[in-house]
């Protein structure tokens, strides 16, 4: 189908955080643009309040009527609904164009000068760092991000640049219909292994990933990642890190709630960057965002304003309390990786003060596979809660339960098991100096009425 035939755009899974982005992208074209979420959201009534047409119920009958003419309506789904659900076997039959998010995104990789971040992890606060970057710029670009950024309130930004940037995801191997012009890559640390089997295969998949970058264009690479890159002829490779590499950070203060740093660049080093959402982990993050922006021609003026006003992202490292009495937080992170950086940066940041973590774990095949390394990352702290697990797409496997880290969280940290159910009236029934709220899943949805509850005490 030609992009000009499309009339209107129907999402088999438009609620998430990724889909709702290209469902944002259409509306802004004033195409029709309806379809299915499992459950209703504050994104999902974002959507609506934008022109999307949403319903909740798996039924063929709630498919507006614009939707059913296979020669004008596109058909996005995500991996995350299963082959058989109705909605999305109703248009195979009937022989629409279907296509997976990463296609679509694909296609606009071909379009645009595409400004993808892959990784493990790290990849949405990279992304949206140097769309924030990018769009302050005298570059600007469009995006499409895996959060929603606090600078813009969306997860989408839209513009006549010739420059997207993307948030390329490893999941299912979407990211192999991009065709960056450039890409960071974050890390790849083994992840999703109920799609990919074994580590090899994990690696693997980055490496085909970059043999998809466009000549002329470049790889922005962590060092020392356990994989082998293969690069198309004329592709420039370089490499970040804390304090290595063709771009890392010289001279980094962390005082008093401000980080400062040197950003080393073998274009024109900037000095005196400085972060607006100060983590830690933010510099290395920063490093990446910037090597990018400065390959395609960001001033160092512009990097500096970028970095200082960069407001961060929903549910990473979110601060939703931060007084002298009292500090709370939500963070997405989900693998044992992600666990330990974001354990070990508020650590670095409340050197001296008590810090509970409450833990949602996501999927029962992560956490049979990495339960001793979540155990050991969260280990770096006082106390850990731990609630169910977090299924998602999955069913439950016989014998992993949340349990299994319990078990091996190490002598002297304060550990408790919870239902979530539970959760509102544990926080009710204690006092924290420091609590962040960790996962993927569902427990972010509590976060209002736990902020709710601490204020008032």
Known sequence: M??????????????????????????????????????????????????????????VDEIPFVCRQPASCLVVYTPAVPAEHKELVFFREKGFEIQKRAQVLGTLTRE????????????????????????????????FLGGISKNYGTNYILSDSDYVVIEADEFDRSFHWLRPWM?????????????????????ESFRHYTTLIQPGGALIIHRDLEMQE?????????????????FHAENICIDNGT?????????????????????????????AAMAMAQLNGCTAEELRYGMKTYGGVDRRFDFKIKTDRLVLLSDYAHHPKEIYQSARSIRQLYKNRRITAIFQPHLYTRTRDFYREFADALSQLDEVVLTEIYPAREQPIEGVTSQLIYDNLKPGVAKTMIQKADVLNFVRSRSFDVLIVLGAGDLDNEMPQITKILQEK
């Open 2 to 59: 030609e992009a000009k035939d499309i009339q209107a755009v129907y999402f088999v899974g438009g609620g998430g955080i990724g889909m709702s982005a290209i469902a944002r992208y259409f509306i802004r074209r004033g195409l029709v643009v309806a379809g299915y979420d499992k459950t209703p959201s504050e994104l999902t009534r974002q959507l609506e309040r934008e022109g999307m047409l949403l319903h909740y119920d798996e039924n």
């Open 112 to 143: 645009h000068r595409g400004l993808c971040v892959a990784g493990t992890h790290g990849k949405t606060t990279t992304s949206t760092m140097c769309a924030h970057i990018m769009h302050q710029s005298h570059l600007d670009c469009n995006a």
């Open 183 to 203: 890409t960071v890559i974050t890390s790849t640390d083994p992840d999703h292994l109920d799609i990919y089997g074994t580590k090899e295969a994990y690696l």
């Open 259 to 287: 980080i400062t740093f040197d950003f080393v660049s073998p274009i024109e080093t900037v000095r005196g960057i400085e972060l607006g959402q100060p983590v830690p982990i933010n510099i290395e993050n920063g490093i």
């Open 230 to 246: 293969q690069l198309p002829e004329g592709v420039r490779r370089y490499d970040y890190a804390l304090d290595e590499g063709d």
